[in-house]
T-cell receptor, first 112, second 115 residues
Framework: SQQGEEDPQALSIQEGENATMNCSYKTSINNLQWYRQNSGRGLVHLILIRSNEREKHSGRLRVTLDTSKKSSSLLITASRAADTASYFCATNSGGSNYKLTFGKGTLLTVNP | GAGVSQSPSNKVTEKGKDVELRCDPISGHTALYWYRQSLGQGLEFLIYFQGNSAPDKSGLPSDRFSAERTGGSVSTLTIQRTQQEDSAVYLC?????????????FGSGTRLTVV
């Protein structure tokens, strides 16, 4: 079963613009992570935010977490063509401290 | 090794045949995971290994699927009597501990096509 649902399913922007992707989930979480996937192959871990954190930054990435709304957002600033990929949120929840549950992802296209 | 290695990268098999997919995790990573990704979908958890503990097999979709991890390192996912619905990308990941807090490192996956 899927815990996270990303929104939008697809996003197309111009290089230099900011991209915002959202993730909603259903149950209480221990942490939430964002991954990037290029060309339908391996995923790359981008950033993790714990349930007691509200915002984290890593380079051009900014993640927010609102546990009251059970939602998270990923902001990519000053986007580049190389940022074109699918982005997935993944949640870890309950007594299983190892299992991640992934959403279906947002396909981001950055046009040069 | 430097990363998680999966082989083969692509596999085409006939319906009814058995297939074996291999995963070589990062050296020293005690936790290993298998996920499946069907076209346009998110990742579906299959199985988790942590050290010498009994694996969590709760995600295996049927008894045609099995996995083992030898010597706490290399893992093999076996699908018997393959069906067309088994067509997907099978992704392996490892992490340094059995705690997701540090994120997973994924391999490039095996694209399985059952014809």
């Amino acid at each position: 079963s899927q815990q996270g649902e990303e929104d939008p399913q697809a996003l197309s922007i111009q290089e230099g613009e900011n991209a915002t992707m959202n993730c909603s989930y259903k149950t209480s979480i221990n942490n939430l992570q964002w991954y990037r996937q290029n060309s339908g192959r391996g995923l790359v871990h981008l950033i993790l935010i714990r349930s007691n954190e509200r915002e984290k930054h890593s380079g051009r990435l900014r993640v927010t977490l609102d546990t009251s709304k059970k939602s998270s957002s990923l902001l990519i600033t000053a986007s580049r063509a190389a940022d074109t990929a699918s982005y997935f949120c993944a949640t870890n929840s309950g007594g299983s401290n190892y299992k991640l549950t992934f959403g279906k992802g947002t396909l981001l296209t950055v046009n040069p | 090794g430097a990363g998680v290695s999966q082989s083969p990268s692509n596999k085409v098999t006939e319906k009814g045949k058995d297939v074996e997919l291999r995963c070589d995790p990062i050296s020293g990573h005690t936790a290993l995971y298998w996920y499946r990704q069907s076209l346009g979908q998110g990742l579906e958890f299959l199985i988790y290994f942590q050290g010498n503990s009994a694996p969590d097999k709760s995600g295996l979709p049927s008894d045609r699927f099995s996995a083992e991890r030898t010597g706490g390192s290399v893992s093999t996912l076996t699908i018997q009597r393959t069906q067309q619905e088994d067509s997907a990308v099978y992704l392996c990941a490892s992490s340094s501990t059995g705690y997701s807090l540090y994120g997973y490192t994924f391999g490039s996956g095996t694209r399985l096509t059952v014809v």
